[in-house]
């Protein structure tokens, strides 16, 4: 009988780019990962026990949450209409507004807070108005709100968009068609459609304001009682983290982890709530 032939050798080459593909992407992974580990094991349990417990670290979270609260919610009443023209609408100097809104992105922070500062100066002309109507913004919550809605509104303008480009005219005319009006077929269809990416670019705009530093050193480096904050001075979570580093190193550790924390802890809850079953539709809230 003639030998079995063997097999065909299988090429090598079939195994490169995905081995190439799996080394690069658990770099990256790893990059994510190993410095939060490196973070966590500094801090330690008790570190992170007494950050936690210290009153003024505390103070200056609860502060951090209600202005990015405040400026999420606004940067979502303004990013999403803007989201939504500029997704379902072709007119002239759209191209430019696109490159508007993505400006913020590639301005360094700490000028965004330089500019802030100049355009709100009380010898500016918007600065002379806003001090006639009394609303202070230097040091103040407004100051911190408007450092966050510049830096981080982008991102839920830019999500808003993508995600209205992305909806089927042909579910919202089947909408219109069964009687809805052009409010509840946006309601129903184009919105409910668009609301996960929504959420995503508001959660990305919260982190990018809490985690900002450079504007507020600028413009709001200490912040003074004012509307709503009824609180004792203090600073945003992440500038007392960056001024404690100069006093106690191991200690701002111990601060850092805290907040990364409370800020996958947030992230980790919204999530959550996105699970079917648990929220406003069967497939979740924002499905």
Known sequence: MPAAEAP??????????????????????????????????????????????NA??????????????????????TGVPLGY???????????????????????????VG???????????????????????????????ILVMLYVGASYVVLASQTAFAAVDDELVESARSLGASPTEAFLSVTLRSSARAIVTGALLMWARGVSEVGGFLLLAY????????????????????FNYYGIDPHAAV??????VLVSLAIFLGV???DRPGLAWTRGGWFS
Do not use: C, K, M
């Not at 999420?72 to 009443?77: H, M, W």
């Not at 009394?134 to 919550?141: Q, R």
């Open 271 to 273: 999530r959550f709530l």
């Open 85 to 111: 023209v500029l997704a379902r609408y072709r007119f002239r100097g759209r191209s430019v507004l696109e490159s508007i809104v993505l400006v913020p992105v590639v301005i360094p922070h700490l000028i």
């Open 56 to 77: 003024a670290f505390r103070t200056t979270i609860e502060f951090t949450l209600l202005a990015s609260g405040i400026a999420v919610a606004l940067g979502v009443v």
């Open 8 to 53: 065909p050798a299988r090429p090598r080459r079939r195994w490169v780019a995905p081995t190439v593909a799996g080394v690069l992407s658990a770099s990256l992974l790893g990059l994510f990962v190993l410095p939060l580990v490196a973070l966590f094991a500094d801090a330690g349990a008790a570190g992170i026990v007494q950050a936690a417990t």
């Open 222 to 241: 200490a912040v003074n009682p004012s509307f709503p904050w009824s609180g004792p001075v203090t600073n945003t979570a992440s500038v007392f983290i």
């Open 114 to 144: 330089l500019a802030l500062l100049l355009l709100l100066a009380p010898r500016a002309p918007l600065g002379s108005i806003v001090a006639r109507l009394g609303i202070p913004v230097f040091d103040a919550t407004a100051g911190v």
């Open 254 to 259: 111990g601060f850092a982890a805290v907040l």
